[in-house]
């Protein structure tokens, strides 16, 4: 939805509350109160890039004292950097751009924010509102065009409306369903004379989220627990979002239910934790697959049943039913129909369900007869063979080259601990997801939804802006590095010593993985180099570009490995460095494959443990 906030000058904003005004009223151009209200919501890092119609206010911010700039080389790097910071802070992320291109080029950020649930506001200067209409130079409807992608947008014309937008948009951003939130500012609005008052009364009648789920619907949802025989906890990003992996965890263990986490959800329930089946989906691991195929009972926190986890919907966990919880109503019931529908906040949700599901086993002499795990024990014992039978793992090259999967797990193995990693998009992201361990929230960031290329850089930067105290590691693909690798510069120039492993193969692996699999291994344009296409080659010609003279002509430090006796000592020696960015290109064998799989369209009954490998699920068991 777009707001435009026009017309007739309004009366001067009053504060919330009945105190009153600010007594230290103030009369400045609408560019300076821009920048006093982002002081007053609390933003303390922009990521930007100035032009013609938002340069009034970046003026006024060169005189902030509270608000850091962070001049990116690309606006899509300042809309993912936004993003990685919010995602390690858990703060609004904020990014600024001019009109036109500058606008146009957040889009993508924008949309991937938007399928994230990333709270985000993104400033863009626009026309002057006389102008606005006219195809005047660098006009963009930007209002129109990140409708779809945005949770909100305002195009402001009058410069009294600022500091209310501003105010607004934060709390949109934040609050419900976190995501983005455009604000389009009119060039002659930013130039016009106001008077600044905080806090400005809001505008929002038709905002209301529910936070605080039903009482009725959770004791269904416990009373669904405690008659449940093979039950499964579902956990999404939303979790994490909600600030609720500790409720998660009396949950889990209160119940003794297996839990799954999706790719936006890890972290939100520990790795090494003996209740934990790994990641569902595409990727996933065939206990975490298996058992939501095989569950009588999904509890669905926070998660909106993607395509990705579910495979072929009508064949998704067949003799399941569903509670499922989430704070945006929209998506209960949206891909599968919930037999509990509970909206509400994540941390209240299982909050009241850990009371609820108390009382429910207490009620139930078969489900009180034991405690945790106990009392699924036929449950666990399928869960456990599964897990046993189908781990997961890795064959290394028999030509003695390096393993991609050997060298992520061996990143995350001897990052120092609370170390963030923020991956791109492709195989290296799912091997990320397998062989690191996730034990707390913030520490995995990577764009899931929307899956965008590129993300990976420009999000490490955020995050260490975000957080300068923690090591953050950016395991990137040749292909998406070279995407968004400019921002190794602003890291560079900006004292943000992030690290990044690219694990180069040469080619644009996951589309290589489809081809080799589903295209009889026609590799039409994956690789990344100049040698020749067969599979028989694999990457004999020469890396182009030079990552290592590539990342010293940025300003960092520059390192290759392409020998596994030498692994450990190139990723120590990453780490020890902490004064610039460090890229470590590690050349890696083409051919490495992502499994498990389960090939898209198809039923996750089809997963396959590895090339050839159908899992045996032992049907003949009670199911």
């Not at 599964?386 to 001897?414: C, H, K, N, T």
């Not at 791109?424 to 034990?439: D, L, P, R, S, T």
């Amino acid at each position: 939805m777009t707001e435009q906030a026009t017309g007739a000058p309004k009366p001067q904003p009053r504060a919330r509350t009945g105190g009153a005004q600010n007594a230290a009223a103030e009369q400045m151009t609408g560019a300076q109160s821009l920048i006093r209200s982002l002081e007053e919501v609390g933003a303390d890092t922009v990521f930007g890039i100035p032009g013609g119609a938002i340069l009034p206010a970046y003026d006024p911010m060169m005189d902030s004292t509270k608000v850091r700039h962070v001049l990116v080389r690309h606006e899509q790097g300042a809309g993912h950097a936004a993003t990685g910071y919010a995602q390690a802070t858990g703060k609004v992320g904020v990014c600024m751009a001019t009109s036109g291109p500058g606008a146009t080029n957040l889009v993508t950020p924008l949309a991937d924010a938007n399928m994230d649930s990333v709270p985000m506001v993104a400033i863009t200067g626009q026309v002057a509102g006389g102008s606005i209409g006219t195809d005047a130079f660098q006009e963009a409807d930007i209002c129109g065009i990140s409708m779809p992608v945005t949770k909100h947008n305002f195009l402001v014309r009058n410069a009294e409306d600022i500091p209310r937008v501003i105010a607004e948009a934060f709390h949109i951003a934040s609050t419900g369903r976190p995501g983005p939130v455009l604000v389009d500012i009119a060039k002659d609005a930013l130039q016009a004379k106001t008077v600044f008052n905080w806090p400005p009364t809001a505008e929002l009648p038709g905002y209301r989220p529910v936070t605080k789920p039903h009482a009725k619907q959770i004791k269904e949802a416990a009373k669904l627990l405690a008659e449940s025989r093979r039950p499964v906890l579902y956990v999404g990003g939303g979790v994490l979002k909600a600030g609720a992996t500790a409720e998660l965890k009396v949950l889990a263990e209160l119940t003794g239910a297996p839990v799954t986490t999706t790719l936006m959800g890890l972290g939100a329930f520990p790795d090494s934790h003996p209740q934990h089946l790994g990641m569902p989906g595409m990727h996933g691991t065939v206990a975490a697959v298996t058992s939501l195929q095989k569950a009588d009972l999904i509890v669905a926190l926070g998660a909106r049943f993607d395509d990705r986890v579910t495979g072929k919907l009508d064949s998704f966990a067949p003799l399941a039913k569903i509670v499922h919880a989430d704070i945006d109503p929209a998506e209960i019931g949206k891909n599968r129909a919930a037999d509990v529908p509970i909206v509400g906040d994540a941390r209240e949700v299982l909050a009241d369900l850990v009371v609820a599901a108390q009382a429910e086993y207490a009620a139930h002499e078969e489900a009180a007869a034991g405690a945790g795990t106990a009392r699924y024990a036929d449950w666990w014992k399928q869960l456990d063979r599964w897990r046993e039978s189908y781990p997961l793992g890795y064959d290394l090259p028999e030509d003695g080259s390096l393993s991609p999967q050997q060298v992520i797990q061996r990143v995350g193995e001897l990052a120092p601990e609370g170390t963030v990693f923020a991956a791109g998009v492709g195989q290296h992201q799912m091997w990320a997801a397998h062989f690191i361990n996730y034990e707390k929230p913030a520490t995995w960031l990577n764009s899931g939804g929307l899956g965008t290329m590129g993300y990976a850089v420009p999000a490490a930067l955020g995050a260490k802006v975000g957080e300068p105290g923690k090591t953050v590691w950016a395991i990137d693909g040749d292909g998406c590095f070279q995407m968004t690798n400019q921002e190794l510069v602003t890291a560079a120039l900006n004292g943000v010593p992030i690290k990044v492993a690219i694990i180069n193969n040469g080619a644009l692996g996951m589309v290589r993985q489809w081809q080799t699999l589903f295209y009889n291994q026609r590799y039409s344009n994956t690789k990344l180099h100049d040698g020749p296409d067969e599979a028989s080659e694999p990457c004999k010609g020469t890396r182009v570009p030079d990552f290592v003279k590539l990342a010293e002509a940025m300003g960092c430090v520059g390192i290759r490995c392409e020998d596994p006796d030498q692994l450990d000592a190139v990723i120590e020696k990453a780490n020890a460095i902490n004064d610039r960015p460090v890229v470590v290109d590690f050349i890696v064998h083409e051919d490495a494959m992502v499994w498990p799989m389960v090939a898209a369209g198809t039923s996750n009954d089809e997963v396959m443990a590895a090339r050839g490998v159908r899992p045996d699920f032992g049907d003949n068991e009670d199911d």
